[in-house]
């Protein structure tokens, strides 16, 4: 498999380029250059395969000739140990609880996977890789666990002083060894305007080796598709249309979805479902991309004003607004209905959700009240609610449960490192022996 860029300007290359450069030399985004489709019969022998196998089937395309078979295998078997639960709350609306990982979020999957994928790439190289990541959230916990004492890599994590809660903060802050955070003076769009302008710095890039985490690197993005599958292999036999609700923030997660589509799971369509940083669901409306400064609101893993991986959506769809719109339909929440969802879902299922997850629910009714034909939905429930518990209270009066594991952090020693948004005091601190 080769990749290519959705700028068209850089040559192609394999998954390792790809993978260790993170964005390609143009500034565009790693794709692949074709995407092996699976017939209905392979999906269906899919429900009867243990998890680990359907994930290695649904990756081994992508990552011929670069990654050995048996390589392949032990990245995804150590990788992904850990279940995906689907809950029906009702015969027409599912959640797929993605958040029973080491660091209770679905990124889980791509940081473990790609952290693995990178570990197998520098081996034998005499100078360390650097991962950049900016976070809103959850992607810096994953990503400092998964690639936490991996040889040859050190990881440096950028996220907007006092825009996490705790639990996200504790979880990736008081890990020390090879991952160092930065608490940035500024929003998420500032960090990650830090994590391009390095990449995009040749002199920089002469005396640092750097890569990223993102889900602009396609390393992450590709075991995304893996939990589209589980819910598939757990989903009844149905020939109701399936309607799969994205929590959405930087959009690698919706964009997996379309990657999912494309090797041919059956989604009739993917709702975009954001809080109020809504400029991709305002595109498929109006016409016209505007990011803007991103809103704090309580869903804050979400808060994006300029999601990276819009770029790829516009590729998969042949950058014709026409086609994004047969594929994905855009939902924005407010704080107030996202409080009132949170609600609702504990009084009327007893179930207890995020906030992230309650605005994938919202997404849901708002498409469903506007389309009544029958149909299925799937909500993907991006995060344990005690990441959250803050708004969880706000939402129902009571904490969720605390995990041991999450409970653990909490009550370590916060390790990060105070810095502004200047991209000159980053670059300095990355020059720095």
Known sequence: MRYRSTARKAPLT?????????????????????????????????????????????????????????????????????????????????????????????????ARFMARLMGYFVRGETRPLTVLVATSGDTGSAVAHGFLRVPGIRVVILYPSKRISEAQEKQFTTLGENITALEVTGTFDDCQRLVKQAFSDAELNKHVWLTSANSINIGRLLPQMFYHLAAYRQLPVASVPLIVSVPSGNFGNLTAGIFAKRIGLPVTKYIASTNANDVVPEYLRSGEFRPRPATATFSNAMDVGNPNNFPRLLDLCRNRLEYLQKEIWGHGATDEETLAAMKMLRDKFGYITDPHTAVGVLGWEAYKSQHPEPAQGLVLATAHPAKFADVVVKAIGTAPPLPDRLAAYLKRHKLSLPISSSYHEFKQFLLAP
């Not at 692949?32 to 196998?53: C, D, K, V, Y």
């Not at 089937?57 to 670069?66: K, S």
């Not at 048996?70 to 990245?75: I, P, R, Y």
């Open 14 to 110: 394999s998954l390792r380029g790809a993978v260790l450069r993170g964005l390609a030399p143009d500034g565009g985004l790693y794709m692949p250059a074709e995407i092996r489709r699976h017939s209905p019969e392979e999906l269906e022998e899919f429900r009867g395969l243990p998890f680990t196998e359907v994930c290695f089937r649904v990756v081994r395309p992508f990552a011929t000739p670069d990654v050995p078979e048996e390589v392949l295998w032990q990245v995804v078997s150590e990788a992904i140990n850990f279940p995906v639960k689907l809950v029906s709350l009702s015969p027409g609306l599912h959640i797929l609880e993605l958040f029973h990982g080491p660091t209770l979020a679905f990124k889980d999957f791509g």
